[in-house]
């Protein structure tokens, strides 16, 4: 007999995101077997929720209800403050501040993240296209977080699995095929340059140098026109 429902989450905070989680008490309507089981119940009632820090504190919650659901929400980034003691703090930092800490590390792209990837303010973009379900796949995130660590704020590190038949046109946008994944590619929104690289495996040293390059690309490119002003001297 179900007299008890509870919930309960296990979230870690992350900016700006706010998680609201509604906690409900007594049986659903139908659930119980008699009337008199159901009479014990407080329908409608609501307790607040509860911040599992533990091991223990996750026990503890289990073993006092008949039915405990616990959320796990993933989250790959650490607290972030911004020292506002700081006599140059103005509108301008501030402003950079949220932008650089608004995202993830790494962004996995799929339909629901598409929109918010298109609208990021930053407008170059470097994509790890991978399969998610390879044994190698942990390793190779890792790597890739860290290397996301060292461009903050300049590039949008972002995850696309391979085995999503939805990507299949933003790996085909690459001229890749799956025999030649894992790849990174990187790309420059506003004139769409981009750049692919193949590899066998993932590292920091080789995901910072490949960004690098792109970089340097783009500056080399920005500096063109300046030096090929016409002389316009009679």
């Known amino acids: ?51 599992l820090n533990s091991v223990e504190d996750a026990e503890a ?28 703090v103005d509108v301008e930092k501030m402003t950079r501040f949220v932008r650089m800490n608004e995202l993830r590390l790494v962004t996995e792209y799929n ?53 999503l038949k939805s990507n299949e046109r933003v790996v085909s946008f690459f001229n890749l095929k799956k025999s030649q994944l894992p790849a990174l590619a990187i790309f420059h929104a506003p004139d769409e340059e981009q750049d692919v690289l193949t590899v066998n495996e993932v590292s920091v040293e080789r995901v910072e140098d490949f960004c690098n390059n792109f970089l340097q690309r783009l500056k080399k490119k920005e500096d063109e026109p300046q030096d090929n002003v016409p002389n316009e001297e009679l």
Do not use: W
């Open 111 to 163: 339909p629901v993240t598409a929109i918010g990837v298109m609208q990021s303010s930053l407008q170059l973009h470097l994509l790890l296209i991978t399969d998610k379900m390879s044994p190698k796949h942990p390793e190779r995130m890792r790597k890739y977080r860290a290397a996301a660590e060292l461009f903050k704020g300049k590039v949008l590190f972002i995850l696309l699995d391979s085995n």
């Open 1 to 51: 007999m179900m007299r008890r429902r509870q919930a309960g989450t296990m979230v870690t905070s992350v900016f700006p995101c706010l998680f609201i989680i509604l906690l409900t008490g007594g049986s659903p309507a139908g659930c119980s077997g008699d009337g008199g089981s159901a009479s014990h119940s407080k329908a409608g009632a609501a307790e607040k929720p509860i911040l």
């Open 61 to 88: 919650f289990i073993s006092g209800a008949e039915v405990a659901v616990i959320g796990f929400f993933q989250v790959d980034n650490d607290r972030r403050d911004l020292d506002m003691n700081d006599k140059e």
